[in-house]
């Protein structure tokens, strides 16, 4: 089991930027996929980043619609940590973010599977409010 810790949460006005930040403990697989889950109050809990590094030196990053272009994932695994950069906040990102793990997959297993009963680990969760 992998244990997930998140950080960097906070309040913002909508255009301005937050830095998420996830630590993981527990990997036994240099295989690693890591994503970004959010969910609004009332709504489904969402994916919007997944980042999968297959021990190499290059992490390859998928986004939802809603951030393309405005949030950047990255991984640092031999840290175990990954980052999501968001940009251009909008009060429809408020939300509680939470960091979510699986190992020992494929590239391919990894981008196809983003659902969220997908991942077995989960953090506790970090909210963003973004008001306008």
């Known amino acids: 089991q992998v244990q997930l810790v998140e950080s960097g949460g906070g309040s913002v006005q909508a255009g301005r930027s937050l830095r998420l930040s996830c630590v993981a403990a527990?990997?036994?697989?240099?295989?690693?996929?890591m994503a970004w889950f959010r969910q609004a109050p009332g709504k489904e809990r969402e994916v919007v980043a997944v980042?999968?590094?297959?021990?190499?030196?290059?992490?390859?990053?998928d986004y939802s619609d809603s951030a393309e272009g405005r949030f950047l994932i990255s991984l640092d695994s031999p840290r175990n940590t990954m980052v999501l950069e968001m940009n251009s906040l909008r009060d429809e990102d408020t939300a509680m973010y939470y960091c979510?793990?699986?190992?020992?997959?494929?590239?391919?297993?990894?981008?196809?599977?983003?659902?969220?009963?997908?991942?077995?680990?989960w953090g506790r969760g970090t909210q963003v409010t973004v008001s306008s």
């Open positions: 527990g990997f036994t697989s240099s295989r690693k996929c």
């Open positions: 980042v999968y590094n297959g021990g190499g030196t290059t992490s390859y990053a």
């Open positions: 979510a793990a699986k190992q020992e997959v494929t590239h391919a297993l990894c981008r196809a599977g983003q659902s969220s009963d997908s991942f077995l680990d």
